[in-house]
């Protein structure tokens, strides 16, 4: 399974141009009109221009059929909770699938102003399988697939629905834009976490190598 989730990483990121030049997601995801509505959004609130300052990141985007809850967040919330969606580093399943622990914490761009909102919660079920979750949401997302990715420096994922943070989107809101469920195996149960970088120490050398 990860020779074929690397195979994979390796065919984007060699079909993507200017691997040392800066994040441009609106590139990446030109030709995917499945999250046409998801790069609007980040293109509007000039989120993509924050994230094409960064060193490494990860793009959380959700496709069409799900980004609904999205378009019911107020305009001056949208942002954050956009910027809720980016991981300052560098992950793709295999880096998360060989943390020492099934559980972490992942620091968002949020994390420079709000160290207990600038995070999400990771975890993966017996089967395998990923999911994230927003401080305080009762929903989870499934981490579906790879999108696009250079690798050590960007990687954008699926996952199956919006990471609305009850705290984040404020009283009344939260309840009126939250997404539900994933469906299939496990429930997304977070247990206490440990950081990202207590769970990767020893996964770098594992990760996937850019291709030129």
């Given at each position: 399974?990860?020779?074929?989730?690397?195979?994979?990483?390796?065919?984007?990121?060699?079909?993507?141009?200017?691997?040392?030049?800066?994040?441009?997601?609106?590139?990446?995801?030109?030709?995917?009109?499945?999250?046409?509505?998801?790069?609007?959004?980040?293109?509007?609130?000039?989120?993509?221009?924050?994230v094409?300052?960064?060193?490494?990141?990860?793009?959380?985007v959700?496709?069409?059929?799900?980004?609904?809850?999205?378009?019911?967040?107020?305009?001056?919330?949208?942002?954050?909770?956009?910027?809720?969606?980016?991981?300052?580093?560098?992950?793709?399943?295999?880096?998360l699938?060989?943390?020492?622990?099934?559980?972490?914490?992942?620091?968002?761009?949020?994390s420079?102003?709000d160290?207990?909102?600038?995070?999400?919660?990771?975890?993966?079920?017996?089967?395998?399988?990923?999911?994230?979750?927003?401080?305080?949401?009762?929903?989870?997302?499934?981490?579906?697939?790879?999108?696009?990715?250079?690798?050590?420096?960007?990687?954008?994922?699926?996952?199956?629905?919006?990471?609305?943070?009850?705290?984040?989107?404020?009283?009344?809101?939260?309840?009126?834009?939250?997404?539900?469920?994933?469906?299939?195996?496990?429930?997304?149960?977070?247990?206490?976490?440990?950081?990202?970088?207590?769970?990767?120490?020893?996964?770098?050398?594992?990760?996937?190598?850019a291709s030129?």
């Amino acid at each position: 399974m990860a020779s074929k989730i690397l195979l994979a990483l390796l065919l984007l990121a060699a079909a993507t141009p200017g691997s040392l030049a800066a994040i441009d997601v609106a590139q990446m995801l030109a030709n995917k009109p499945q999250y046409a509505t998801f790069l609007r959004l980040l293109t509007q609130t000039k989120v993509a221009e924050d994230v094409s300052r960064l060193k490494s990141a990860s793009v959380l985007v959700v496709p069409e059929r799900s980004v609904k809850p999205l378009l019911s967040v107020p305009a001056e919330k949208l942002r954050t909770i956009l910027q809720h969606h980016v991981l300052i580093k560098y992950f793709d399943p295999i880096q998360l699938g060989e943390m020492k622990t099934s559980v972490a914490k992942l620091e968002t761009m949020l994390s420079n102003t709000d160290k207990n909102m600038g995070t999400i919660d990771y975890s993966k079920d017996k089967d395998g399988q990923m999911y994230l979750r927003s401080p305080g949401a009762d929903s989870v997302a499934k981490l579906v697939k790879v999108v696009a990715a250079r690798p050590f420096v960007v990687s954008i994922m699926e996952i199956s629905t919006p990471l609305l943070c009850p705290k984040l989107l404020g009283p009344g809101i939260a309840a009126g834009a939250g997404g539900g469920r994933p469906r299939g195996k496990g429930k997304g149960k977070i247990v206490k976490t440990m950081s990202a970088e207590e769970g990767a120490s020893d996964v770098a050398a594992s990760a996937p190598t850019a291709s030129a």
